[in-house]
């Protein structure tokens, strides 16, 4: 019986992870709405949607863990498909902006929830030993859902402009259906009560600081997450716009990146066999470090080349990060914990943003949330 389950749900949740991120609009969310919008408003609503999903995150991690898996990835597709659909029928910015809210508020509840559900799945089958083949199959069906919707998504906005949207929101609405197929994985399952919400985001922060050790572990896959999300929301996909590349040319970058952290995703148990996730974790933040640094004195190709190292090194970071931070959290705890990490990285990551506003860093920095 609970091999039956665990194999159906790892298979629905490779599947759910790789269409989550077969997100067509990834590399011309830009370009469509400067069509409508100055630089100015999509600046304001990309803060909008990052702060707005950040604010999300705690409130839905609690819920994941109280009423359960399956249930909070299916109104997280739905919701993420709302969003999305209101954002193809829209053309001023307060539609926009309500559009990318909602969706935000989907990919919070997808954000950690997922995670949890793969690794206490194995953990209800008494296999959690194994889950960083899991976690490395997630990670490379993950790239290859990015790899596809940035290739083909510039493709099809060349010819139907909300085309990437609408055809997204679909294929979300599908995967939404889909997660009704989901067996709850039966550990530390607690009924649902506003009381026990509130314990539970006390309880989700506690775990992330309970000793020094899983502090210190804590603070520092904060800080290089933080690093990683700088990269993708404030140099993205406005330092290959600066080198003057069109929809497909972004799309057809960030796909090559993409795919290469897809097959070093799938070489990650062996390098961490090889390694360890330590060395791993240096080697990213080295990768990522050196994309910041060199990017405002290199070429086309060079800077080009360190888009495309700094997309593939993350990989091999959020693959060891994921193993050791659910090695030391709880199960009842665990969406929640997960997912309070990322609002901590945002508040930190925020720095770099305000300096943006003072005009304290180079162009090449420009916020794209």
Known sequence: MFTK??????KIGYFLAFVNELYFPIAI??????????????AIIGALTTISSNLFE????AISDLIGRKWTLFWSFIFSAIGLLVIASGNIFLVFAIGRIINGL???LYSGTHESLMYDTLKSSGKESGYDKVISKVETVTWVGLFISAVVGGFIYDFWHIGPFVITA???????????F?????????????????KQNLEGFKELFKNVRTAQITLLMITVA???????????????EQYGMTGKGIGLLFGSGFIIAAIASH????????FGNLKLIILATLALVGSFIFAPFVSFILGSMLIITRISSSTSFGNAKSVIMNSFISSKNRATALIISPVLRFFISKVPWKLHKCDLLPPYMSYDG
Request: proline residues 4%.
């Open 5 to 10: 389950s665990l194999n159906k749900n790892l």
């Open 29 to 42: 969310w830009l370009l469509f709405f400067l069509q409508y919008l100055d630089f100015t408003q999509v």
């Open 58 to 61: 705690i409130p839905t991690g």
């Open 106 to 108: 989907g990919q919070s």
């Open 170 to 180: 679909f294929i979300y609405a599908f995967s939404a259906v889909l997660c009704l």
């Open 182 to 198: 989901l067996d709850e994985p039966r550990i530390d399952s607690e009924k649902f009560s506003f009381s026990k919400y509130s």
């Open 226 to 240: 933080s690093g990683y999300f700088i990269a993708a929301k404030i140099l993205g996909i406005s330092q290959a």
């Open 267 to 274: 070489y990650y148990p062996l390098m961490r066999k090889k």
